[in-house]
């Protein structure tokens, strides 16, 4: 599945950004399995900010070839429909952005396997799921999440309900502590978040038995990736300067 060398647009991969170095430490590896799984394409990486490359430094190394933005998101919001594809499109005219990486099921196959090496989940019949996510303002990415805890209860063959660390409902907190009063045996939770960060800080302090490992460098979601990269790369145009 490889691109000949030099065809094809270039791929720049866009992070929400922390400012905790294992976040990028992480997004780097992802890149890197991206990259192995198609080594004729270049493939650069940056962040919305906390964190560095900054989109408009990895554009400044982009600027004269058509460019497919990736935002490396988990589901619809600002930053996902407005925030990257505004920037980009000024930084780097004819680039177009895709949708974000979520929801897909290949996400809840790396949720399932991330379960698995922390928890041993699919875990006895009382135990309960929670997915956590980092939560928006905007109604359809908390769809989105809806969607991904419908796909991972889906994969595990069990019930899988969602709480929120930043914005919407139901907190994560309170999401634990419902079930728990549900007669719950353990309580686990997959975060459906991409890597290290404050977000993942405040899963793990949620009051759940268990908090699985982030999505981090998996080899499905490298190859989500390449599949967002795919869908959209159609549309992209050359700019005039350079054909």
Same mark, same amino acid.
């Given at each position: 599945?490889?691109? +000949?060398?030099?065809?094809?647009?270039? *791929? *720049?991969?866009?992070?929400?950004?922390?400012?905790?170095?294992a976040g990028p430490a992480v997004i780097g590896s992802l890149l890197d399995r991206v990259r192995a799984l198609r080594p004729g394409l270049r493939v650069a990486e940056a962040y919305g900010e906390l964190a560095r490359p900054s989109l408009e430094e990895a554009a400044a190394? *982009?600027?004269?070839?058509?460019?497919?933005?990736? +935002?490396?998101?988990?589901?619809?919001?600002?930053?996902a429909?407005?925030?990257i594809p505004d920037r980009a499109a000024r930084l780097l005219p004819g680039a177009v952005t895709s949708r974000p990486l979520g929801p897909d099921p290949l996400l809840a196959d790396v949720l399932a396997d991330r379960l698995g090496a922390r928890t041993r989940i699919p875990p006895r019949r009382p135990d309960a799921v929670v997915l956590a996510a980092a939560g928006?303002?905007? +109604?359809?990415?908390?769809?989105?999440?809806?969607a991904a805890a419908q796909l991972l209860a889906r994969r595990l063959r069990r019930p899988v309900t969602c709480g929120f660390v930043a914005e919407g409902g139901p907190a994560?907190?309170?999401?634990?502590?419902?079930?728990?009063?549900?007669?719950?045996?353990?309580?686990?939770?997959? +975060?459906?978040? *991409?890597?290290?960060?404050?977000?993942?800080?405040?899963?793990r302090a949620c009051g759940a038995d268990a908090v699985a490992g982030p999505i981090g460098a998996h080899d499905a979601a490298a190859r989500l990736v390449l599949?967002?990269?795919?869908?959209?790369?159609?549309?992209?145009s050359e700019p005039a300067c350079a054909r």
């Open positions: 599945m490889a691109d +000949p060398a030099g065809g094809g647009p270039a *791929l *720049l991969a866009v992070a929400h950004g922390t400012r905790d170095p190394g *982009l600027a004269g070839g058509p460019v497919v933005v990736v +935002p490396l998101l988990l589901a619809r919001g600002y930053h429909l407005i925030d928006s303002a905007d +109604p359809a990415g908390a769809a989105d999440v809806r994560l907190g309170d999401a634990v502590a419902r079930l728990r009063r549900r007669g719950a045996g353990r309580v686990v939770v997959a +975060p459906y978040l *991409l890597a290290p960060g404050r977000f993942l800080d405040r899963a599949r967002r990269y795919d869908e959209a790369r159609s549309r992209v």
